[in-house]
């Protein structure tokens, strides 16, 4: 090869742009060209013998030169050979890095102003390394199968020039066109050494993690082929015997499946049993297919697989708080339960029933706690059940059997400690299928679940790690042995303050999202709020004041889609636009005081109400006319009241003898709804005495108790509730039972403010309180 010093150059060498390659001094390629490229070669040949090679960086645009790099090899043209079918190739050999300094085109060809880049290599201890390194790994790279040829290795070993072996290893290495264009741009040829070291690093590396990745194949190749000859030796002996292989692969699996489920001893040892015998059954058999999904159910029981609960008692209460607003003995009930989990890990999962009416969290709730413990969470509704099946399963002597619903939905979820919530327990029904609510006895008692035993599993299943929640409307239809395992919690109705920021922090928020307003969110403003409570809503939840909320969302979407000016702001004066008018009136505060005419509270599964116990007299023979659709209990809380009226009536001045010439009608209005309790025989009593005595009763003093014979107010239940309904009817002054008095720490403090509250032990002390 030329040496640098003896090249002479001209002031003008033609340039070639190279695109595929990039061509290295001392390097000898061939280059194909079609035939316009060919012919001038041809006339280059016979004026010159050097021609540049540059790498183009793009392609060209019309009328202009193409990007060029500014370092090139100068190559010199040794032969040019014509092809047959068209074209030629061009053998040239590498010479001397050239620095570009100026391009121009004449013609097709294009010229170029170039200076040789003169190399200086002293030889150090540094260099020697690098020669030698770069030896060695060239070797280990062909180990590992790196296809060199053999006279190229001869090469490289006679090579001690750094720059000449950074330049030839550099074509062996498997590099990009850009890193290849930045090696030749390194005109330094120790750094230029030091870059294809690394690059020769790397791709060793590379190779011998390819070399490990092909031995394990190979190993598992091997193996497979292994299983292989002996799968077709046995499927050999199967034809014979006439047996299948793809059973025997069935039954393979289904044996792994049994292993790694973690069977108790004696479920095991049932499993093993069903498997031998699932064996011998013929697959066409309806036999078959029950054991095989019986073996399926065991195989797939959670028996040891658990999540691992949130113990950071602080966390849990944020995710509480997050989720649901007040509450707060349901919450701490939960933060209870986490405490003692802490201290001690086995312990049996409470057994909770949220009481309360439609809409105040109880469902939404239970999500909440498998949250904040970090568990899976089931809901399953028992509204309208009927069968006992559905909760203990059916025996696997009829077609079609499965397990009951807490097995298939423990199986579903994969776990053995979720949180599993039985929604809706006060609406199991009863026939001739069985009770459903005594199959539930043995699931909720803490004493026997940990070996629940379902019809078809017909084996033990620990149950004592699920949480269980139940919810329910009221406690009256729930049977008293159900209702004995559970820890009941009562979710009273909110107040309409706590509405107001349940609508701020969690209705709102969802609503606009939902109903597509995130980006253009409308401002509801407190009064908006307060409004549609009052006007819209009457209930304990908040599920109408939601749906309300939807509906003014919706309307603002439906103004926005038609292109109307965007309301950012939701007014009272807007939610009437909206809603339309108000439904629900002030009904005490809207009347006047009357005779015979007493408000009264009552407890309802929807939460408090208040009602009117109305009272006339006439002409008659002493009988008692009761209307309203009144239950036993209130008939005998009228009788009751018309008794002890009857037997104080000089006390109020009522004359004797009106009892004897009279029919009393009592009525209780809204009579298409049955009404039933033992709290309003103090209402009773007052109607009685106002009609009789021709005082007039108080229209803003609502009232509940019961009484006795002898006059004493007796204790009642649900006082919040009934405080609440009073409040949202305009009532001034509540009187109920002095047995009651301990209750008043339930009603919120701003409600106590705001009523005036008169606790009697007599129906005498309520007489002179709600009767004019």
């Not at 092809?83 to 013609?107: I, M, N, T, Y």
């Not at 253009?520 to 307060?530: G, R």
């Not at 005490?588 to 009602?611: N, S, Y």
């Not at 009592?666 to 009593?685: L, Y």
Request: charged share 30%.
């Amino acid at each position: 090869m030329p040496e640098t010093a003896s090249i002479v150059m001209p002031s003008l060498v033609p340039l070639y742009p190279l695109r595929e390659i990039v061509a290295f001094p001392f390097m000898i390629f061939p280059l194909f060209l079609n035939g316009d490229e060919l012919a001038d070669f041809e006339e280059l040949l016979d004026r010159e013998q050097y021609v540049a090679l540059v790498r183009a960086r793009g392609e060209a645009l019309p009328g202009q030169l193409p990007p060029l790099c500014q370092v090139g090899t100068l190559c010199k043209v040794d032969q040019i050979t014509r092809l047959p079918e068209g074209g030629g190739k061009v053998l040239l050999e590498g010479v001397v890095r050239v620095q570009v300094l100026e391009v121009s085109r004449a013609g097709r060809t294009l010229h170029a102003r170039c200076e040789p880049i003169h190399e200086f290599v002293e030889k150090s201890l540094v260099s020697d390394a690098l020669v030698q390194s770069l030896n060695a790994l060239l070797k280990i790279a062909l180990s590992y199968g790196r296809p060199l040829p053999d006279d190229v290795m001869k090469m490289i070993d006679l090579i001690d020039n750094p720059a000449r072996l950074a330049d030839l290893v550099a074509l062996y290495v498997s590099l990009s066109l850009d890193e290849q264009q930045q090696l030749l741009e390194t005109i330094d040829p120790l750094e230029r050494l030091k870059k294809v070291y690394m690059h020769l690093t790397a791709e060793v590396q590379r190779l011998q993690v390819k070399g490990e990745v092909q031995a394990e194949v190979t190993k598992r190749v091997g193996k497979s082929q292994k299983e292989f000859l002996l799968r077709e030796q046995m499927k050999q002996i199967q034809e014979e015997l006439g047996e299948d292989d793809s059973r025997s692969a069935e039954m393979i699996d289904l044996r792994r499946k049994i292993d790694a489920a973690g069977m108790p001893v004696e479920v095991r040892r049932i499993a093993d049993k069903e498997l031998k015998r699932l064996e011998r059954i013929n697959p066409a058999s309806p036999e078959y297919t029950v054991s095989r999904t019986y073996l399926d159910y065991l195989a797939g029981m959670p028996w040891r697989v658990a999540t691992q609960d949130n113990n950071d008692i602080n966390q849990a209460e944020t995710v509480l708080d997050e989720d649901h607003y007040d509450l707060q003995k349901v919450k701490e009930r939960i933060l209870e339960y986490l405490a003692v989990r802490t201290l001690r890990e086995r312990m049996k999962g409470p057994i909770l029933c949220f009481v309360g009416p439609p809409g105040v969290g109880k469902t939404s709730l239970g999500k909440s706690i498998a949250r904040a413990l970090g568990r899976k969470f089931i809901r399953m509704s028992l509204g309208g059940m009927r069968d006992e099946a559905e909760i203990r399963g059916h025996r696997r002597t009829y077609i079609g059997a499965l397990p009951g619903r807490i097995i298939q939905e423990i199986y579903r979820c994969g776990t053995n400690n979720p949180v599993f919530m039985l929604d809706e327990v006060d609406k199991i029904g009863l026939d001739f299928r069985g009770d459903p609510a005594s199959a539930l006895l043995e699931v909720l008692d803490p004493e026997q679940n940990n070996s629940f035993t379902d019809h078809y599993l017909d084996v033990p299943f620990d149950l004592s790690n699920v949480m269980f929640i139940t919810t329910a409307n009221l406690l009256d239809p729930v049977p008293s042995a159900l209702k004995d395992r559970m820890e009941v919690l009562s979710l009273a109705g909110y107040t309409d303050e706590e509405k107001e920021k349940i609508a701020v922090r969690y209705l709102i928020p969802k609503e606009v999202e939902e109903n597509g307003l995130a980006q253009t969110p409308p401002d509801f403003t407190a009064a908006a709020i307060y409004k549609i409570i009052s006007d819209h809503t009457r209930e304990a939840g908040v599920r109408n004041l939601q749906r309300n909320i939807a509906s003014v969302c919706r309307k603002v979407a439906k103004e926005l889609t038609q292109g109307k000016p965007h309301r950012e702001t939701i007014a009272p004066e807007t939610v009437d636009e909206f809603l339309g008018p108000r439904k629900f009136f002030n009904e005490v505060a809207a009347e006047r005081d009357r005779v015979g005419v007493v408000t009264g509270l009552a407890w309802t599964e929807t939460g408090g109400d208040i009602i009117f116990v109305e009272a006339t007299r006439m002409t008659g023979k002493r009988e008692l006319i009761l209307t309203g659709s009144l239950g036993e209990v209130m008939k005998e809380s009228a009788r009751a009241a018309l008794s002890f009226v009857r037997a104080n009536c000089a006390e109020w001045g009522i004359d004797e003898q009106l009892f004897e010439s009279s029919d009393i009608h009592i009525h209780v209005p809204a009579g298409a709804i049955p009404k039933d309790g033992p709290s309003a025989g103090i209402t009773m009593v007052t109607a009685i005495v106002s009609l009789l005595s021709g005082r007039a009763a108080r229209r803003d003093v609502a009232m509940t108790g019961e009484i006795s014979l002898t006059g004493r107010v007796l204790a009642i239940g649900g006082l919040k509730e009934k405080v609440l309904a009073a409040r949202r009817a305009g009532v001034r002054t509540v009187l109920a039972p002095a047995r009651n008095r301990e209750n008043l720490e339930d009603i919120p403090i701003d409600v106590q403010n705001e009523l005036e509250f008169i606790f009697v032990e007599d129906v005498r002390e309520a007489l002179a309180a709600a009767l004019q």
